[in-house]
C-alpha cells in the first residue's frame, strides 16, 4: 500500500491511487514483458523487477510512459484508469547497434565466400577446358 519514491528525480502526477484494481502476468521472456492491467481509478503499480533506465522501455497500450524507481531498486508506473495492456521490452541501444553491425558483417562474410567460390569454380572450369 506504501512506495517510497525519489520526487526530486521522478515525477509523480496523482497524490493518491485507487488501491481496487489487478494487474496480471500474460507474457514472460527474458526480454519482454507483458501484463494486462485493471483499475476502476488511476492508479501506480510496484513491479518485482529492478530498476534498470540503461535499457528497459516501458508503453502503457502501445504509449512510451516513465518507468519510475520506487523503493529504492524496483521499477514501477502510473498507470491510467481503465483496462490496460503494459509491456516492458528490453531494447538497450548498444545491442541493436551491436546487432545491425554483426548482420552487416555476416552479410559481408557470405557475399566474400561466395564470390571466391564463384572465383575459384571459374579457375576450375577454365583450366578444364584449356587441358581439354
Wanted: proline letters at 4%.
Amino acid at each position: 500500500t506504501h512506495a517510497i519514491v525519489d520526487e526530486s528525480k521522478f515525477s509523480i502526477t496523482a497524490s493518491t491511487f485507487s488501491k481496487a484494481g489487478t494487474i496480471s502476468l500474460e507474457d514472460y521472456k527474458p526480454n519482454y514483458l507483458r501484463y494486462q492491467s485493471q483499475n476502476s481509478g488511476d492508479g501506480f503499480a510496484v513491479f518485482s523487477e529492478i530498476y534498470y533506465p540503461a535499457g528497459w522501455k516501458a508503453t502503457i497500450d502501445g504509449s512510451p510512459v516513465e518507468i519510475i524507481r520506487a523503493n529504492y531498486l524496483l521499477r514501477a508506473l502510473e498507470i491510467p484508469a481503465g483496462t490496460h495492456t503494459i509491456e516492458f521490452r528490453f531494447a538497450p541501444k548498444a545491442y541493436s547497434v551491436g546487432n545491425t553491425v554483426m548482420m552487416a558483417a555476416s552479410i559481408v562474410v557470405l557475399l566474400l565466400f561466395f564470390a571466391i567460390l564463384y572465383i575459384e569454380m571459374r579457375k576450375y572450369t577454365n583450366q578444364e577446358t584449356e587441358s581439354n
